[in-house]
């Protein structure tokens, strides 16, 4: 499957811990976009690289949200000191810049901050 | 990036043609036009994408009008497996800080058997 993949799918932790998602994008896109999105809601933009590049950060990321893309293929997404607000699923999107361009989106990681 | 309008839900029977609208009045001269679906627990699925008049893939169309500031996505003859939620999607990445991709709450489209 050449697919977006993201790892883990879920994610069950105790408020104040520190999480780390992965996302493995497709291999021929240079962008790479992380999203939040909480029941009934549409996803909600977080951040986005091209290539290893991180190029915009949306006013949700918080200081306890931190995104890398060290060699401009995989990506990580980290929380610190973890909240039961942070309880969501995480989306992943990768796409090749355009326009027009295409988001393509892995399974999502649900997280639950107990 | 252009702020999307569309239903918040829609009903409909199975083997009807479904048609979901989003208005987009500010949409950019660059702006494509983008529909995703979403199944309970999974990331969204690219459905189709357009910029101008109609675009038809194996599962839907896209009609766009001539002035561009809306949108229509045709489901033709939809089944149980069409029930989802469907977000239009206008423009691409954020310009600057105070702009950000929307979504929005998108159509709940519920097909009946």
């Known amino acids: 499957d050449t697919g977006v993949s993201q790892d883990p799918r879920h994610k069950i932790t105790k408020r104040g811990q520190n999480v780390t998602f992965r996302c493995d994008p497709i291999?021929?896109?240079?962008?790479l976009y992380w999203y939040r999105q909480t029941l009934g809601q549409g996803p909600e933009f977080l951040t986005y690289f091209q290539n290893e590049a991180q190029l915009e950060k949306s006013r949700l990321l918080s200081d306890r949200f931190s995104a890398e893309r060290p060699k401009g293929s995989f990506s990580t997404l980290e929380i610190q000191r973890t909240e039961q607000g942070d309880s969501a699923m995480y989306l992943c999107?990768?796409?090749?810049?355009?326009?027009?361009?295409?988001?393509?989106f892995g399974p999502g990681t649900r997280l639950l901050v107990l | 990036l252009a702020k999307t309008t569309q239903p918040i839900s829609m009903d409909s029977y199975e083997g009807q043609e479904v048609n979901i609208t989003c208005s987009h009045n500010n949409i950019a001269t660059n702006d494509y036009i983008t529909w995703y679906q979403q199944f309970p627990s999974q990331g969204p699925r690219f459905i189709i994408q357009g910029y101008k008049t109609k675009v038809t893939n194996e599962v839907a169309s896209l009609f766009i009008p001539a002035d561009r500031k809306s949108s229509t996505l045709s489901l033709p003859r939809v089944s149980l497996s069409d029930t989802a939620v469907y977000y239009c999607?206008?423009?691409?990445?954020?310009?600057?800080?105070?702009?950000?991709?929307?979504f929005g709450k998108g159509t709940r489209l519920h097909i009946l058997p």
């Open positions: 999607l206008v423009g691409g990445i954020p310009m600057n800080r105070d702009d950000k991709i929307i």
């Open positions: 999107a990768s796409a090749y810049a355009g326009p027009p361009e295409t988001q393509y």
């Open positions: 291999s021929e896109h240079n962008r």
